[in-house]
C-alpha cells in the first residue's frame, strides 16, 4: 500500500515562491504518474500538474509558466514548486498518484493547506 505525505504548505505573500514536496512510501514501485490537484474554498477539485515516471508534464492553463512540477524517482518524492504566487492560488493541495500494474491502483496524499495573501 502506497502512502503519500504532502509538505511544505503554509502562507505566502503574493509573488513570493513556495515548493511543495510529495513523499511516497510503502512501497518500492516507481509510480506511473504523479500529480498535484487543488481545491479552493467553496470549488471543485482541479488539476493542477502531472508528471510521468519519464517526466513528462502537463500543466493546467493557469499556472502554466508559474508552476513547476519535477519528481525524483530514487527518493520517490516529487515536488512543486510554485512562483510569482497569486491569491486565486489559495487552495488545499493534495498529492496524486497512479500505478498501472495488472490493475490501475490510485492514491491520495490528505492535503496541505497553501494560503496566498494578497
Known amino acids: 500500500q502506497v502512502q503519500l505525505v504532502e509538505s511544505g504548505g503554509g502562507l505566502v505573500q503574493a509573488g513570493e515562491s513556495l515548493r511543495l514536496s510529495c513523499a511516497a512510501s510503502?512501497?518500492?514501485?516507481?509510480?506511473?504518474?504523479m500529480g498535484w490537484y487543488r481545491q479552493a474554498p467553496g470549488k471543485q477539485r482541479e488539476l493542477v500538474a502531472t508528471?510521468?515516471?519519464?517526466?513528462?508534464?502537463n500543466y493546467a492553463d493557469a499556472v502554466k509558466g508559474r508552476f513547476t512540477i519535477s519528481r525524483d524517482n530514487a527518493k520517490n518524492t516529487m515536488y512543486l514548486q510554485m512562483n510569482s504566487r497569486k491569491p486565486e492560488d489559495t487552495a488545499v493541495f493534495y498529492c496524486?498518484?497512479?500505478?498501472?500494474?495488472?490493475?490501475?491502483?490510485?492514491?491520495w496524499g490528505q492535503g496541505t493547506q497553501v494560503t496566498v495573501s494578497s
Open positions: 510503502g512501497s518500492a514501485i516507481i509510480l506511473d504518474v
Open positions: 508528471i510521468t515516471s519519464g517526466g513528462s508534464t
Open positions: 496524486n498518484a497512479i500505478w498501472r500494474g495488472a490493475f490501475e491502483h490510485e492514491y
